[in-house]
């Protein structure tokens, strides 16, 4: 589905930011799925030239993210992609390219890597390379779906982002307004990652001026306008996109916290880095046990997000992007895993951590199976609930009511306890009353009969 929107116009002072001549030249990924490394490396390069690290722009190797940028990710392609016989590359997000480089650093391009392609399957690079250009620790990684960060980002540097790229538009955009799907025989194909350089009208639209990454015969001089008035909603292979999104979203940039510029304690460098995006892998056809393991690491993280004390806005991007990650968590392969570390947080002294692991919570609780809900405990949940019911938070007791019903409803689906709808009750309050103590197991009971 595709629609117009209201165009959102931008502070005039936006119209007068060019990226352009400070965001490198036109390079060209050939048939690598590796735009992700062009554009990170083009984000990295203009930040250190415009924060003047660099006199002139320094071009990074796309070649040796392409290699060693997620191992994991690498070994899926090369086991598990319809390509595998020709490409080892992958798909990535531009935030954790940012967070590898942070890590990890990046070296210099060659200079040969402009003028002719390498197999991504064995021109590796060497892996411990000389001389490695981090981004700073303190610096943040931002990202946003919304158009008013993307004008908030653009003010001070170029900003990464993902397009929804559909075929033959795209691909045959020339000059003209890339603005969707246009005919039935349209296919969507893949987020893109483009670097935006500008924000201008052309022919009374807004639009932003974008780099890809296929080499100056595609667009004009490799430059795409993409309208900024344009939504998209529920598509992918799975309809993965259902709410709706502008043709770009992922609106992604470095930025020097503001509070830092003075020196400041090393408690408070490391608490503002866990506002950086450290977002797990999903991708749902991955297997259970690759699935598993950096989600569990990124748990931790993503809750803690949420307590992080930043500015009002610093705070905004920081939860989105926990809520995102752990929406998906909730819907994936590792639900059990992330309920036994909920567990902790729901005991929170904080009110709206409390809060927020309750909702995830209960929604973790609404997906489970039955053999799922016996395989952590029935009584644990009903347990927490029944401290959450008199929670401060009206979200706390909401999410405490839901996942009595989520727990009743199964209890009274499991064979033994499959009776008259009186007995089921009676049962429950047996249960209740033994494993709840005070007026919450009478409150247990009374959520399930009311209608
Ligand atoms: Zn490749």
Redesign the pocket.
Known sequence: MLWEVAEQTPRQELFDKHWKRRSGSVRDQR????CWTYAGTDLFSAWRLINKKDEEFRTFSARYL?FYASKMMRWVASTESKRKKS???HGFTIAKTLQFIQENGVPEEDPADSERDFS?ITDAPEENASNMYKIPEEVEIRVSDKLEDLYEMLLDQPVGADLHFFHPEFSNIGSDIYEGPKSEISIYSELHTVLIVRVRKHKGKLVAIVKSSHGKGKGKKGYMKVSLTKMVLGIGRDNEIMSPSFLLTNFTCLVIPRALDKPKSEKEIKKRKLGSCRLPEVDPETSVQLLEEPYLEAVDDLLLQLLVEASPQDKKFVCEEADKALNTMVNSVARLPLLRKLQTYVCQRNPCVRAKAAVFTSNCVSKMELSEIEEFGMVLIVQMAADLLSDKMPEAREAARSMVNSVYNKFTCNGEEKEEQGNRKEAWQKFCEKNVTGPNAQAMVKIVSSP
């Open positions: 048939s690598h799925d590796n392409t490409h080892h590359c991504c």
